[in-house]
């Protein structure tokens, strides 16, 4: 599987550097000592607690493996915005225009994203069109080489959301 370089904040690679420590120091000795003990059941041709035991400590050894390689290949970004300029971690409230309605979009890394919760990455067509803009700039927003729309910066909410999940894949 290729790895796509992901962008991550110094808050992305502690939660990542956690997650590997409990999977390897918590998760891994139990999915050791379950495999151990389906193995004890005898014959393995016909032993299903045997083949989901090793099923769950190969899932769990492929994340580790995941995470690492992801934290070997990153670029670390910060935000750089302006007090006023919408920037990583920010929410912002956006008019659209042609749909005559409000939204809330928050701007994170891509490990964070998540369109069902309108969290949106830095580096998705939204993220960068919207980046470094402040309250009241119009924006478009390009959905395709020969179509965007226009939204309006309403407000923008400075934060940081530290119990973002790291997304699984």
Known sequence: MSLMK????????????????????NKRPVLIENLKEA??????????EYYAAKREKNQNESRIRYLERMLRTADVVEDSAADDEVG???????????????????????IRAD????????????????????EGDLVDIPVSP???YQVEIRRIIKSSDENDDIKSY
């Open 115 to 134: 369109s069902l919760k309108n969290r949106v990455s830095i580096e998705s067509p939204m993220g960068k069109a919207l980046l470094y803009h402040k």
């Open 88 to 110: 990583l971690n920010d929410s912002v409230v956006l008019y659209i225009i042609e749909d005559d309605e409000e939204e809330t979009y928050k701007l994170t890394t891509s």
């Open 39 to 48: 193995r004890s059941h005898g014959d393995l041709s016909e032993n299903f």
């Open 6 to 25: 992901q962008q991550l904040t110094e808050e992305d690679i502690k939660k990542i550097e956690a997650e590997i420590e409990d999977r390897k120091l």
């Open 146 to 148: 020969t179509y965007s």
